[in-house]
């Protein structure tokens, strides 16, 4: 059976991140759809100390991106050039809400553009309740820990 694992994300993991962020699949369901540079995405690194942001792994082989931060909402991908639909952002998720509630996270925030599919049917039956509507359709969830 294969090991998946959350661990944290450094330095060096960021040249990989900056690809799968800056892919058009992940982009367009980001909540900013902009092209990030590389100054830009090692300033957020530097920057964002409040806020947990882990590589999920298969055996070492890093296969997702999970961030967030206590008031903030949360956010993640899966590298885009492997095949969906396997239950693998299922247990990214999963593994992370364990996490965040061993950091005393009291809840995780979720804003999902209103076309992305799988993000809705993935939050709901993870438990999240809808807490609001944007005005342009976009879906803000909320979950407890
Ligand atoms: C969202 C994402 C992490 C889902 O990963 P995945 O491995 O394909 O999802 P899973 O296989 O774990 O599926 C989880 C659930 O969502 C459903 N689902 C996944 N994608 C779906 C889609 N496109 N349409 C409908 N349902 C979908 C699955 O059927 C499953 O539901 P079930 O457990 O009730 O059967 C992945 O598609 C991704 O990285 N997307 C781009 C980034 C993104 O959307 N991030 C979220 C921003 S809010």
Redesign the pocket.
């Known amino acids: 059976m294969k090991s998946y694992k959350l661990r944290e994300m450094t330095e060096g993991d960021l040249e990989f991140v900056l690809q799968w962020r800056n892919h058009p ?2 982009r367009n ?2 909540g900013s759809n902009l092209h990030i540079s590389r100054d830009e995405q090692y300033l957020w690194f530097n920057c964002s100390t409040d806020t947990l942001k882990f590589i999920f792994t298969e055996e070492e082989k890093p296969l ?1 991106v999970i961030i967030s931060d206590a008031n903030d909402y949360w ?4 590298d885009p050039s492997i095949d ?9 998720l999963s593994l992370f809400l364990v996490h965040a509630k061993e950091r005393n996270f009291k809840e995780i925030k ?4 209103k076309t ?4 809705h ?2 939050h709901k ?1 993870l438990g999240f309740q809808v807490r609001g509507i944007y005005s342009n359709g976009d879906i803000e969830y909320r979950k407890g820990l």
């Open positions: 699949a992940i369901v980001s997702g956010g993640f991908y899966l969906r639909h396997r239950g693998l952002g299922r247990l990214m979720a804003k999902v553009n992305n599919e799988g993000s049917v993935l039956s």
